[in-house]
């Protein structure tokens, strides 16, 4: 009887076991196949992740590389417009030369001491009278170019700073006031001697209105005796810092030693002159007109 009611047991027992391994057995094939599932569904996702992001990388260098040509573009558009500017500043400079250059009377730089002539009609363009403080004869109107007298007036104060005074004993003289004072030097000294010391008219830089005989206090109108004064030699060392020369130096081919004559042809030319020991006419007419343009700067 025992045995009868066991074996029902042992079946039933051995059945659910077997239910239990085939249940156990699905979910696992189950739970596999869902990893199957997933780990697929994850390369997937995993490779459309890395192709956006491929994707996006090379989206980021195609922009670099536009972002570098508009940098380039932009570049040499500011170095075309730089170029621009700086043509149209040349242009603007070149211009404004050229009508500073138009402007200057070409005649204040010639030689004219028996080189070129000037007309009786010639007259600078605009004279301006000198501080009868700085004249010898108080009581004349002595006059000089417009463009010069800020030089000389600062030469003159710079003189008188150093206590070396210079007084003016001639300055601008017209054709007729150099036709007259020639005449007189003919009757007191001759033509040859006079020749020697005095330029006729139209010659004369004088004329120009540039040029100025000088004295001192001391000297007054006994100014041929100019060499041996210190304001000379102060003349010697410093009056190209204002523009100033000496036209006819010792062995010049023109005239007789004048030590009291000085011309004003502009810093530059001066002090290129003061730094070579040249003198004026020592120059060819050329070189010298390459300073025109810088005469009153």
């Known amino acids: 009887m025992q045995s009868l009611l066991s074996k029902p047991f042992t079946l039933a027992a051995i059945l659910a076991m077997l239910a239990l391994i085939g249940y156990g057995g699905y979910r696992h094939s189950l739970t596999v196949n869902e990893f199957q599932e997933a780990k697929q569904n994850f390369s997937e996702n995993k490779a459309e992740f890395e192709n956006r992001i491929k994707s996006l990388e090379d989206e980021i260098t195609q922009a670099k590389i536009e972002n570098n040509g508009l940098t380039d573009e932009l570049t040499n558009e500011k170095v075309k417009n730089n170029f621009l500017e700086e043509q149209v500043r040349g242009f603007s400079s070149t211009i404004s030369i050229l009508e500073n250059l138009n402007k200057t009377d070409r005649e204040l730089l010639k030689k004219y001491s028996k080189t070129y002539f000037l007309n009786e009609n010639y007259k600078p ?122 036209s006819y130096p010792k062995q010049n081919t023109y005239y007789r030693f004048e030590p009291w004559h000085w011309r004003f042809v502009g810093v530059d030319l001066a002090a290129i002159l003061y730094s070579n020991n040249k003198y004026f006419y020592d120059l060819d007419q050329r070189v010298i007109d390459l300073y025109l343009i810088s005469l009153f700067k």
């Open 125 to 246: 363009s605009s004279l301006t009278d000198i501080d009868s403080k700085y004249l010898f004869k108080k009581d004349e109107v002595a006059q000089i170019h417009s463009g010069v007298w800020p030089f000389l007036k600062k030469m003159l104060e710079s003189a008188d700073a150093d206590n070396t005074p210079l007084q003016i004993i001639s300055s601008y003289r017209s054709f007729g006031t150099q036709a007259n004072l020639k005449s007189g030097y003919i009757m007191t000294y001759g033509a040859g001697t006079a020749n020697q010391f005095s330029a006729d008219q139209g010659y004369s830089e004088h004329q120009l209105g540039t040029a100025v005989d000088f004295t001192t206090p001391s000297l007054g109108a006994s100014f041929v005796k100019f060499e041996s004064a210190a304001a000379y030699k102060w003349l010697n060392e410093n009056a190209h810092k204002y523009g100033f020369i000496i």
